[in-house]
């Protein structure tokens, strides 16, 4: 286990709908990162978060966004969903948010879009 | 370059023997490196890192290897269990905060 938590589990839903999803990084940590994994794309970056303000951004949909709020968890909203954003979609979190220190994840979101 | 999933490059060992998985990265600017293990159905979990001042260093039954020369990153574990049966993903900061993965290597782990 470490100590990142996701919610919910698994989640479907349909086109052109809108999901948010909820991270609570390991106590401690100050930065939050999103990716997104799929067959075709492996991991990848959308978004990261340290202590509440946006830090670095990958490659983010303009369709999804994403908060850090003052306790550090953080969502991840997708809206207008269509069928390709169907994946797994991983938090992680760190100390310092610095690009030399581990990144600990979450066990994930599944989200398959109908 | 080969994807997740279908395409996922598999490297089959026998129980006990030790295994080698390579990665090769082309950020020369990147000066972190890590490993993760992800397990069907799981998150990616830590494995070992190194920075790029260090050509080796060593865990429990594993050891990375970094060749800053070639652009070339190793794991290798050491009396292989079936427990070490998942995907492995090598991953790099190249210039920024966030990590660039690879795209996995399946490792099966047969008794």
């Known amino acids: 286990d470490s100590g990142v938590t996701q919610t919910p589990k698994h989640l479907i839903t349909a086109t052109g709908q809108r999901v948010t999803l909820r991270c609570s990084p390991r106590s401690g940590d100050l930065s939050v990162y999103w990716y997104q994994q799929s067959l075709d794309q492996g991991l990848q970056f959308l978004i990261q978060?340290?202590?509440?303000?946006?830090?670095a951004k990958g490659n983010i949909l303009e369709r999804f966004s994403a908060q850090q709020f003052p306790d550090l968890h953080s969502e991840l909203n997708l809206s207008s969903l269509e069928l390709g954003d169907s994946a797994l979609y991983f938090c992680a979190s760190s100390v310092a948010g610095q690009g030399k220190e581990t990144q600990y994840f979450g066990p994930g979101t599944r989200l398959l879009v109908l | 370059g080969e994807s997740v999933g279908l395409h996922l490059p598999t490297l089959s060992v026998q129980e006990g023997d030790n295994s080698i998985i390579n990665c090769a990265y082309s950020?020369?600017?990147?000066?972190?490196f890590i490993w993760y293990k992800q397990e069907s159905g799981k998150g990616p979990q830590f494995i070992i890192d190194i920075r790029s001042n260090m050509d080796k260093r060593q865990g429990q039954r594993v050891t990375v290897l970094l060749n800053k020369t070639v652009k070339h990153l190793s794991l290798q574990i050491a009396a292989t269990q079936p427990g070490d049966s998942a995907v492995y993903f090598c991953?790099?900061?190249?210039?920024?905060?966030?990590?660039?993965f690879g795209k996995g290597t399946s490792l099966l782990v047969t008794p």
């Open positions: 950020n020369s600017a990147s000066d972190y």
């Open positions: 978060y340290y202590n509440g303000e946006e830090r």
């Open positions: 991953a790099e900061n190249g210039s920024g905060y966030a990590l660039n």
